[in-house]
T-cell receptor, first 114, second 115 residues
Framework: GENVEQHPSTLSVQEGDSAVIKCTYSDSASNYFPWYKQELGKRPQLIIDIRSNVGEKKDQRIAVTLNKTAKHFSLHITETQPEDSAVYFC?????????????FGTGTKLQVIP | SAVISQKPSRDICQRGTSLTIQCQVDSQVTMMFWYRQQPGQSLTLIATANQGSEATYESGFVIDKFPISRPNLTFSTLTVSNMSPEDSSIYLCSVEAGQVSDTQYFGPGTRLTVL
């Protein structure tokens, strides 16, 4: 089955700096890559996603890149703010019997220091 | 996205008992998913529930331990049976929604503590 690795497990940055989280996946058939943010005690919330026919996608301070050849994808957060502090999960999704089967990475705890 | 609710939001249970978690969606969805999130860990898929058919379980999860019902297109239940402290986790349901219906959105979760 699909295996998703995520690095780093923890990340501390100064407010205003950039943060980068990297993930790799194993199944070349994966075609959809969502990123979720989970604040303490809350549900995971989708923040951005990218499909396999796109190399890069940006939404304000957040961007995601995808390298299908290398099976790498990354989340970039610019101008970080304290409210960006949370656990971030990458995921790789593959079509399976009419739905998308999602495999999550291990998570990155981001701390933005004011 | 869909509006998803879960009951209960949290519970403390005794070893050997069972707990049924409910998941309600505000729109009809084909597939519903149940995940477990152990403390400080990632999300692990337990099973996928399609209305009108038996749930499909992932490796390591069995129907006797985690029976699932899916009586209609807006509702599902997950039962955690014969609980032990190792079952202490957050249980989340999710549904596919969005423009191309391939994005999963999560319910608020049920925090289960087993003593």
């Amino acid at each position: 089955g699909e295996n998703v690795e995520q690095h780093p497990s923890t990340l501390s940055v100064q407010e205003g700096d950039s943060a980068v989280i990297k993930c790799t996946y194993s199944d070349s058939a994966s075609n959809y890559f969502p990123w979720y943010k989970q604040e303490l005690g809350k549900r995971p919330q989708l923040i951005i996603d990218i499909r396999s026919n796109v190399g890069e996608k940006k939404d304000q301070r957040i961007a995601v890149t995808l390298n299908k050849t290398a099976k790498h994808f990354s989340l970039h957060i610019t101008e970080t703010q304290p409210e960006d502090s949370a656990v971030y999960f990458c995921a790789a999704s593959i079509s399976s019997g009419g739905y998308q089967k999602v495999t999550f990475g291990t998570g990155t705890k981001l701390q933005v220091i004011p | 996205s869909a509006v998803i609710s879960q009951k209960p939001s949290r519970d403390i249970c005794q070893r050997g008992t069972s707990l049924t978690i409910q998941c309600q969606v505000d729109s009809q969805v084909t597939m519903m998913f149940w995940y477990r999130q152990q403390p400080g860990q990632s999300l692990t898929l337990i099973a996928t529930a399609n209305q009108g058919s038996e749930a499909t379980y992932e490796s390591g999860f069995v129907i006797d331990k985690f029976p699932i019902s899916r009586p209609n297109l807006t509702f599902s239940t997950l039962t955690v049976s014969n609980m032990s402290p190792e079952d202490s986790s957050i249980y989340l349901c999710s549904v596919e929604a969005g423009q191309v219906s391939d994005t999963q959105y999560f319910g608020p979760g049920t925090r289960l503590t087993v003593l």
